[in-house]
């Protein structure tokens, strides 16, 4: 493949062995990882990072970016039902994850609630990379628990070698009828590249164990959840110019998707005169988003800046909450950012980047669940790494100013603010692939809208919700703490982190029950927090079978959240280990793996404990053909195969809405 190699230079180079679930990659040696400024290996790095491509992420590629990557180390999912589910990161949620597609955020409103789903459809995606731990330098204050950043082809930066290639894939399931078709396509030559993928799905309501509540209040199908159905579509198109040190590119998606809200229903009554009864009506959420997006670079300056890189995304999004076919509310969010980096020449034995970050946002929702008023945002960031090398050393300084605004409207008070982060990192190579890596930082975190202004009854997640006008910063101070072993067949990570927060912003139960909409009360305050967890995994081939090989790997999380009064955080995920036992060779990857996600009965005031359960799947992905002209892949993979009644303290709906019972899917790929 012919590429101007503008983002290689501007961003570093990830070895996939580093990361142990990728067991069927050995072949691939690198990665680009755009998320970090400076080209740098797996082993440069010192913060958490997970980069998934390949067959690793076919594997676990699900309907949602929560679904795709909750199985994935110190990463767990909120779940409301089949068609929302965001990301966790070691405990942290909402708007302290980024969510981003090519190094430009969601720009959605699925950090306002967990019914909303991230405009992100994880089949476009070449690659996933999960940075843990605070990225506010290159991302902004929000980033403070990390980033899921979705690498896509959709502004292409070269061209097939052979001028044209291309991907379809069909697959579908059992416990939903899932049935999903999607296509991509890419050509060019020396001076233009283009891109084009399309996706269409649809799904029944899902199976389930058993009833999804154990106390009705009323009728429900035993085995189903109701109104868990998804319909998704989404049409991409990209085009770029080449040149000899230069690439210009745009692109145009669109994404839409029609999905229920299990347990929801609104009461209406019936026409007739004289009815006693109320008509149930489902609730289901249609998403519209438009994106366009622009990708730049230059390469081989000369003077102090050697290169520049410029990002650019705009989204045109709306969404209805309807009840039945009539419209309860509609949230709309007119938004756009941009970045552009600049890498610097070496000063010395320094080599750095800086840059600026501007967002714009226009939020609103009219109707009955606006319990978030209007609000307009605008931030301007600006930050600076810096990085050193020695013979047993690495170091890495950074940097990050930011200044917010929020505007809303009904005469509600603006806030206006700014925050400053600074961070430090470290590793040293110990000798014979042993490293230690350390990771400091201390970040500000500026509250968003619904923490500043939210005042009314949240219905999706059955509270009132008030916010606080008030509300100042947080601050927190993380430390990451990791040895690894990188070299020889056994290869191992264990990682410590601890995080202590000055003026957490968290959604309290006051414990009190609104007399008129007959809800609990929960208010956004602050106090001070602690962080505290581990993550480790092993990776170990075993045997060699024929022409194949079979490897082990063992993992396991850990993290503990409560408030410096002793009280424990809300929605906490609980310890969780596994194994995963596989066998590949050049045709054949099989593999089979188990995880325990332990009793949670460490919880918040008013908080309820949530059993424990134990997941098994399975897969299998075979090369069926491979010619000149195209390559042939079935899979199949099962799900929950204890059909176990397994339900997410993380969720909202862990007491309406279990997650799927046991399940076979099947899919076929043609490549050419």
């Known amino acids: 493949m012919k590429s101007t190699n503008i983002k290689g230079a501007l961003y570093g180079a990830l070895s996939v062995c580093a990361y142990a679930p990728v067991l069927a990659q050995e072949t691939i040696e690198h990665v680009i990882v755009t998320g970090v400024p400076i080209e740098q290996s797996a082993d440069d790095l010192a913060q958490s990072v997970t980069v998934i491509g390949g067959e690793a992420l076919d594997r676990i590629r699900a309907a949602n970016l929560g679904e795709t990557l909750a199985g994935e180390l110190g990463v767990s999912a909120s779940y ?3 068609g929302a589910s965001r990301p966790i990161i070691r405990g942290l949620a909402g708007p302290r994850v980024r969510m981003m597609e090519d190094g430009i955020d969601s720009l959605d409103v699925s950090t306002v609630s967990d019914d909303h789903a991230v405009s992100i459809d994880p089949v476009a995606a070449e690659q996933i990379e999960i940075f843990r731990g605070p990225t506010t330098l290159l991302y902004g204050s929000g980033a403070v628990g990390g980033v899921i950043n979705t690498v896509t082809n959709r502004i292409p930066e070269g061209a097939p070698a052979d001028g044209f290639d291309g991907t379809v894939e069909v697959r579908g399931d059992t416990v939903a009828d899932d049935r999903t078709l999607s296509l991509a396509l890419d050509g060019g030559g020396d001076r233009v590249a283009w891109h084009v993928d399309a996706l269409t799905r649809e799904t029944g309501n899902y199976e389930i164990p058993g009833f999804a509540e154990e106390e009705e209040e009323h009728e429900e199908i035993f085995g189903i959840l109701e109104n868990s159905n998804i319909e998704a579509d989404s049409v991409a198109g990209g085009l770029s110019w080449l040149g000899d040190s230069a690439f210009f590119g745009v692109s145009l998606g669109t994404f839409d998707t029609n999905y229920g809200l299990p347990g929801h229903h609104e009461h209406h009554d019936e026409e007739e005169p004289g009815a006693e009864e109320e008509e149930e009506l489902p609730v289901r959420l249609d998403l519209e988003q438009t994106r366009y997006d622009i990708k730049g670079g230059w390469l081989g300056l000369d003077g102090p800046i050697e290169a520049i890189n410029l990002r650019l995304g705009v989204v045109d999004y709306e969404h209805l909450e309807l009840e039945g076919s009539e419209v309860g509310t509609r949230f709309d969010n007119d938004a756009w950012e941009a970045r552009l980096e600049f890498l610097l020449s070496d000063l010395g034995q320094w080599r750095g980047a800086f840059g600026l970050q501007h967002t714009e946002r226009e939020f609103s929702a009219i109707g009955e669940e606006a319990f978030v008023p209007p609000v307009d945002t605008s931030s301007l960031g600006l930050f ?12 890495s300084l950074g940097a990050r100013l930011e200044s917010q605004e929020h505007d809303p409207s009904g005469g509600l008070p603006r806030a206006d603010d700014s925050a400053a982060s600074v961070s430090f990192a470290a590793i040293r190579d110990l000798g014979n692939g042993f490293s230690l890596a350390m990771n400091l930082a201390n970040a500000e975190r ?10 009314g009854p949240h219905l999706a997640t059955g509270n009132i919700e008030i916010g606080d006008p008030a509300l100042g910063s947080e601050t927190s101070r993380h430390l990451d703490f990791g040895i690894r072993k990188t070299e020889g067949d056994l290869t191992w990570t264990v990682t410590t982190f601890v995080t202590d927060y000055d003026d957490y912003i968290y959604l309290r139960d006051t414990g009190v029950i609104d007399p008129d909409e007959e809800l609990p009360v929960f208010a956004f305050s602050q106090a001070n927090a602690d962080f505290v967890g581990v993550e480790a995994e092993l990776f170990m081939p075993i045997a060699n ?9 063992l993992f396991g999380d850990l993290v503990r959240a409560e408030l410096a009064s002793g009280e424990r955080l809300p929605r906490i995920p609980p310890r969780r280990f596994g194994a995963r036992l596989q066998y590949h060779d050049e045709r054949l990857v099989a593999g089979i793996e188990a995880t325990r996600h332990d009793r949670q009965d460490k919880t918040a005031t008013y908080e309820t404990p949530t059993p424990g359960y134990t997941m098994l799947n399975a897969d299998l992905r075979l090369t069926v053909g491979d010619t000149m002209a195209a390559t042939y892949e079935i899979f199949l993979r099962g799900t929950n195969l204890l059909d176990e009644d397994a339900r997410r303290h993380t969720s909202f709906l862990k007491d309406i809405a279990p997650l799927p019972g046991r399940n076979y899917a099947l899919g076929f790929r043609v490549s050419f």
Do not use: C, K
């Not at 500026?446 to 005042?455: G, H, M, R, T």
């Not at 079978?545 to 790997?553: A, H, K, P, Q, S």
């Open 384 to 395: 600076l790494i810096e990085q050193r090398e020695t013979e047993r050393w690495q170091l």
């Open 446 to 455: 500026l509250p968003v809208a619904d923490e500043l202004y939210a005042n």
């Open 80 to 82: 409301f039902g089949a």
């Open 545 to 553: 079978l024929g022409n194949g090989e079979i490897d082990l790997r």
